[in-house]
């Protein structure tokens, strides 16, 4: 009994002491995340709040490079959409909650060395650090190219992480506000100039091309490109070749959207040239008469039958892209016409 009692003492005071150095850990953070978002780890800032023990919260830590000398285009645009589930965190969830996730960083250009004992030689990449992982085990990884990695993407990977609902909020965007002001503007001042000859605004086939201008631009995701801010392209950091098309259903690229509007355009453009086939094949008399209606049919001067061909083409091949384009991102699509 005598010697079990110094025994228990002990064991006491090293749990006393552990329990200290848990709530200084803790505080740290807070104090770290107070002044800004995110903690930028050092060496000696990863030994003691990320690897070692004991730990009773989680840390989101992504790894990155955003060095200029370093080819990461990929980087930049990850880095703002982490900031943006930091910031939303930090200002929108409770005390509790902020004391259960941090988030940090971790810049290839000022701790290489924690590159190194990752054995990581890409970037960028999204951690999660439980709180009972050791320092032997590997943490769970987000995956970019299966998940995307805008703010949503990231804040729903923490909620399956650490069960922490984290409601993003996007800092104001005005830039969308003043190119319509100035759209408005220019377009107020064009009728003023041609305030003596309005006729143009009667003409149909003008406001064709606006209405199928404008029902391209909003099928292919640029709007969507205005809310998020994706990049114009990815660079695969294994092989190094660039991507045009996001591999992922939940993200997009700017190069992507403008392949998707030229596509749909092209279509349209096959199912206008069988339009006017049948029209040519109408008569001739009921066809002068479309043309003076339609500036448009003057255009056409093929052959029935070669338009009508020619249509079927651009129908066929570019509906058949346009699959290719919707199966690479919806992995198995078990549908196809002329490409795979």
Known sequence: MRTLLPLLLALFAICLAQQQTLDEKVQNL????????????????????????????????MFTALSPGVNCPICKPAYDEFMIVANSHRYTSSESDRKKVF????????????????NLNTAPILYHFGAKLSAKKRPEQMDFQRQGFDADAIG???????????????????????????????LLGMLYVKRNSLDFLFNRTMWGFVCMAITFIFMSGQMWNHIRG???MITNPNTKEPSFI??????????ETYIVGILYALVAVGFICVNEA?????GKDKKNQQKKANPLSS????????????????????FSFLLSVFRSKYRGYPYSFLFS
């Open 246 to 255: 996001h591999g992922s259903t939940q993200f997009q690229l700017i190069a």
């Open 30 to 61: 807070a104090d770290l995340t107070a002044r800004q978002s995110i903690v930028k780890f050092n060496m000696d800032k990863w030994k003691n709040l990320v690897r070692m023990q004991p730990r009773n919260y989680s840390m989101i830590v």
């Open 156 to 186: 729903r990977f923490v909620q399956d992480q650490t069960e922490v609902h984290i409601r993003v909020i996007r800092p104001p965007n005005y830039t969308a506000p003043v190119v319509i002001a100035l759209f408005v503007s220019l």
């Open 103 to 118: 988030f940090g960083i971790v810049d290839y250009e000022d701790a290489p060395q924690i590159f190194q004992q990752m």
């Open 230 to 232: 994706p990049p114009f």
């Open 278 to 282: 049948a029209d040519q094949a109408n």
């Open 299 to 318: 255009l056409f001067s093929i052959p029935a039958n070669t338009l009508a061909i020619v249509g079927l083409v651009f129908i066929c091949v570019f």
